[in-house]
């Protein structure tokens, strides 16, 4: 009835309507029902305050069920032990024996109904008139069992709705926090792959830079170029992938195996000299697939120009009818890719999430007559 320091007006409005409606149809029924009941005592001023009463007692019965129980029971006992029909005022106890069930536990619930049950069996034995005696214990008994096993049937099934509620929520919560930790494992691999091959590129042209500039200036600056053009783009990708976060959107435009020519410009600029073959028909991939694709190559190439030793890469891309494959192949000393990736880089095993999260394959390892291959396949829905 009180949330937070204020009432709750619908509980109050529907018991106020409840207790106004049985003490109408009470006032109103009684009589009636006391024409058909030729031996009950006649219908009075002192049967009307009793039915009064116990109407009224509901206005407080969500605040107060036991208090309200023992108020009705009390009327609707003294009522029926004074030899008035029966009629609506058994509504009343009804409610009262029910309201108990609904709002309280198992154990005191069962003690107030049987506390009433008690006090209503003095009417079977002690009534003015003609009692009932043993034969009216039965129906007696009906009138709360009834009605208390009604509000118990309906507080479990409260009880079991508002624990599937919680359940549900806790699952969406888990859920978002589930999709969050992915969402920044995501991007943590995307600032990784970016920052990681763009420092990358930057140290190799750096170093050119420093090492002609004593003796050749002018192709220096070349170098230094190189480090502006790779650090602008480098930083452009960034700020993309991480606006992208902060908007709450996928990232505009989604970098895919259409950059590597700029890939593999930027690369030659910091000493490392990559061909492109392309098999098969050019073709719009997924936006998942395309972008892990191109991350592949781009972590594959830098792990070449940090460890291989070589100034040449090859990279092959097969447009296939149900998959793309993509293979970088240097042939340097192939040990230093796989030592860094040993050693707790997190290069290849970027490689590896990205691929088997979209069902691919990953392979990676020396090749046979020297060097160092990285090979993927990612696997393409057909359109239908």
């Known amino acids: 009835m009180r949330r937070g320091g204020q009432?709750?007006?619908p509980g109050v409005a529907a018991d106020a309507t409840l207790a106004l409606v049985l003490l109408g149809f009470g006032l109103l029924a009684t009589g009636l029902a006391g024409d058909n009941q030729p031996g009950s005592t006649p219908v009075d001023a002192a049967s009307r305050v009793l039915i009064v009463l116990a109407a009224l007692a509901l206005l407080v019965r969500r605040r107060a069920p036991i208090v309200t129980l023992a108020v009705v029971t009390v009327a609707t006992s003294t009522y029926l032990v004074l030899g008035y029909p029966y009629g609506p005022i058994?509504?009343?106890?009804?409610?009262?024996?029910?309201?108990?069930?609904?709002?309280?536990?198992?154990?005191?619930?069962?003690r107030a109904a049987a506390g009433a049950f008690v006090l209503l069996l003095a009417h079977v034995f002690f009534a003015r008139g003609p009692a009932p005696g043993w034969t009216g214990v039965l129906p007696a008994s009906a009138w709360v069992v009834v009605p208390f096993a009604v509000?118990?049937?309906?507080?479990?099934?409260?009880?079991?709705?508002?624990?599937?509620?919680v359940e549900q929520a806790r699952s969406r919560a888990e859920e978002a926090r589930r999709q969050a930790d992915e969402e920044r494992l995501r991007v943590a691999q995307e600032?990784?792959?970016?920052?990681?091959?763009?420092?990358?590129?930057?140290?190799?042209?750096?170093?050119?830079?420093?090492?002609?500039?004593?003796?050749?200036p002018e192709q220096a600056e070349v170098a230094l170029t190189a480090i502006s053009r790779t650090s602008r783009e480098a930083l452009d990708e960034?700020?993309?992938?991480l606006g992208a976060v902060r908007r709450g959107a996928e990232r505009e435009p989604v970098p895919g195996l259409a950059r590597l020519p700029a890939l593999r410009d930027r690369l030659a600029g910091a000493g490392l000299a990559v061909e492109v073959r392309v098999v098969g028909a050019h073709r719009e991939l997924p936006a998942a697939v395309d972008l892990a694709a191109y991350r592949v190559v781009q972590e594959a190439l830098t792990n070449v120009l940090r460890h291989a030793g070589v100034a040449s890469a090859e990279v092959t891309v097969d447009y296939r009818a149900d998959e793309v494959t993509v293979e970088v192949t240097d042939r340097g000393t192939g040990?230093?890719?796989?030592?860094?990736?040993?050693?707790?880089?997190?290069?290849?095993?970027?490689?590896?999430?990205?691929?088997?999260?979209l069902g691919g394959r990953l392979t990676t390892g020396p090749r046979p007559g020297g060097g160092f291959r990285v090979y993927a396949a990612l696997p393409v829905k057909r359109a239908t």
């Open 7 to 9: 009432w709750r007006w």
């Open 90 to 110: 058994l509504l009343t106890f009804l409610i009262a024996v029910y309201t108990v069930a609904v709002r309280l536990p198992v154990a005191p619930a069962a």
């Open 151 to 165: 509000g118990m049937v309906v507080r479990v099934n409260r009880e079991a709705a508002a624990r599937d509620r």
């Open 191 to 216: 600032v990784h792959d970016v920052v990681g091959h763009g420092l990358a590129a930057i140290s190799m042209q750096a170093e050119i830079a420093l090492h002609l500039l004593p003796k050749r």
């Open 238 to 241: 960034l700020r993309v992938t």
């Open 335 to 357: 040990a230093g890719a796989a030592l860094a990736d040993d050693q707790g880089g997190h290069g290849l095993a970027g490689m590896r999430e990205r691929v088997a999260a």
